[in-house]
Nanobody, 121 residues
Framework: QVQLVESGGGLVQAGGSLRLSCAAS????????MGWYRQAPGKQRELVAA???????NYADSVKGRVTISRDNAKNTVYLQMNSLKPEDTAVYYC???????????????WGQGTQVTVSS
């Protein structure tokens, strides 16, 4: 009933930029936090950035100053602007949303399918 669809991944040279988007759709009553995670081969999934419904943000130390998370509440969409990309940013990037659906009394976390970001040196 809920879908999170990411877009914007791809191949970019070191120093380049990418903008990821994630749109949530379905029977959504309310979205609380939204965020981006990434998982590189052989590594655990890690938080990249998160944003609350009120706009407060949190970033991993490894991306501070290079990445900006934002959201459009009217569109149920979260964005991740990534600049000065490095080869170590290469990973599958996943969108996450903590939301409540119609007919439900609680919030649950939902994941997108992931989008590949590859940064060449």
């Amino acid at each position: 009933q809920v879908q999170l669809v990411e877009s914007g991944g791809g191949l970019v040279q070191a120093g380049g930029s990418l903008r990821l988007s994630c749109a949530a759709s379905g029977s959504i009553f309310s979205i609380n936090g939204m965020g981006w995670y990434r998982q590189a081969p052989g590594k655990q999934r890690e938080l990249v950035a998160a944003i609350t419904s009120g706009g407060s943000t949190n970033y991993a130390d490894s991306v501070k100053g290079r990445v900006t998370i934002s959201r459009d509440n009217a569109k149920n969409t979260v964005y991740l602007q990534m600049n000065s990309l490095k080869p170590e940013d290469t990973a599958v990037y996943y969108c996450n949303a903590y939301l409540r659906t119609y007919g439900s009394s609680w919030y649950m976390g939902y994941w997108g399918q992931g989008t590949q970001v590859t940064v060449s040196s």
